[in-house]
């Protein structure tokens, strides 16, 4: 049977299954458990979030995957401002995983936001993930965290070219981002059960996650 693909913008009928999918996507890969699916779940209500750079993707009518994005904000040495974006959590079904939708879904949504007028992406993400859509380090870019560092794992994306040249940037994160672990356990608790274990990705992204850029 030919498969049937469509990206479209979320809806709010859409909001309890791109939580659950959020969820299977999520559960155990970073920690036992996972918060991901509780940031979905507040993130349509704050200012941050951007709805028309919400997409879901179908397949044959099925939602399988979720990008969401909110604004964030490069500031400069001179303390001028940048609005720029980032998007997270991306989600796909674990048995869709490695097939190119999550791909399908970061290049629909980069059109998308240079179309609002967007030209640069900052996100946080393993590496191997991300370069192939034109993700790059956050040093080359000269935007480092609050703390003058240039985390592994902070990779950039200019929609358009020579948007970033110049200057020695810091990047900041929307507050909706600094997710509580205790109301994300609250939260997940009204949940189905799902089982919490340890497994080898965790201590992967343990070591991502504190690993620099000299």
Known sequence: MKETL???NE???DYEKVEKITREAFYNQYIPGCVEHYLVHIMREHEDFIPELDFVIELNGEIIGD???TKAKLVDEERNQKEILTFGPISILPEYQRKGYGKMLMEHSFEKAKEMGYDTIVIFGAPSNYVSCGFKSCKKYN???EDGKYPAA???KELLPDQ???HK????DSPVMAISEEAA???DDTLEKMEKRHQPSQEEFYIMSHSFVE
């Open 185 to 187: 356990k609250v939260y």
């Open 6 to 8: 469509c990206i479209r």
């Open 154 to 156: 902070m990779l950039v």
């Open 67 to 69: 990008i969401m994005y």
């Open 11 to 13: 809806k709010r009928a």
């Open 164 to 166: 970033l040249l110049g």
């Open 143 to 145: 935007i480092s965290t």
């Open 169 to 172: 940037w810091v990047y900041f």
